[in-house]
């Protein structure tokens, strides 16, 4: 990958900016007991995660109780359950506060694309990154498709003043691999989030990186 040609960087939420895994099972598994239903360890949901509220409370219910009444009544008290615990633990991982000091003095721009719920996306970003300029914080809303479909990363990109070509997009999953390519952008998987190396390169990563300030090497 060329140094030169590069203005911008997208970023997913959960597993690449923020290591949130905890606060996610601690509020599913708590809406889970709600319902009478058990609860799962910490380590399946990282398979649980990276599709939004929706498809991770399915998979969290048993196959017998995915009803759309028991849908609803899942996902309503999970938004309910982490709008409590989001802060509780959730942290920036090691080495991305560097990485975006760097980024800054370089002068690139930088966004956040999440399927996480836009008003969580944002109140994350305020509370936990409070110390950079995000160009945008987007999380899923009504009237933009969650990823891997490209229409947010290029919403992003145009937001920031960048061809797509020119847009970095670092992710710790399949799905934002994905992202990028159908983009137009460079897909860079991030190691140290919750998806393993096969994973991200299934998913189309041109690059993989095992820490945070290694992007850094890739501006002038």
């Known amino acids: 990958m060329e140094t030169h040609a590069y203005r911008a960087v997208i970023f997913d939420m959960d597993g690449t900016l923020l290591d949130t ?3 996610i099972a601690d509020s599913m598994n708590q809406a889970l007991r709600k319902l009478g239903l058990p ?3 910490v380590a399946r949901y990282l398979d649980f995660i990276g599709e939004g509220i929706e498809v991770m409370a399915m998979k ?3 196959e017998m109780k995915r009803s ?3 849908m609803i009544h899942a996902v ?3 938004r309910e359950e982490y709008a409590s615990r ?3 633990t959730s942290r920036a991982f090691y080495g991305i506060a560097e990485l975006l000091d760097g980024l800054e003095e370089k002068g690139i721009r930088i966004s956040i694309l999440t399927n996480k719920i836009d008003a969580f996306a944002k109140a994350m970003a305020a509370r936990l990154l409070p110390d950079w300029s995000f160009d945008e914080v987007r999380g899923l809303t009504p009237d933009c498709p969650r990823k891997p479909d490209p229409a947010g990363a290029l919403l992003c990109a145009e937001s920031m003043g960048v061809n797509p070509g020119q847009c970095i997009l670092v992710g ?3 799905i934002d691999m994905q992202t990028a390519v159908s983009a137009g952008m460079v897909p860079v998987g991030a190691l140290w989030g919750y998806q393993d190396r096969e994973r991200l390169m299934a998913g189309g990563a041109g690059i993989l990186i095992s820490d945070p300030r290694e992007l850094l090497g ?3």
């Open 68 to 70: 759309p009444q028991t």
């Open 21 to 23: 895994i905890d606060d």
């Open 172 to 174: 710790d999953s399949a």
């Open 86 to 88: 989001w802060s509780n």
């Open 76 to 78: 309503n008290a999970m």
């Open 39 to 41: 609860a799962h360890p």
């Open 218 to 220: 890739y501006f002038p």
């Open 60 to 62: 969290a219910l048993p």
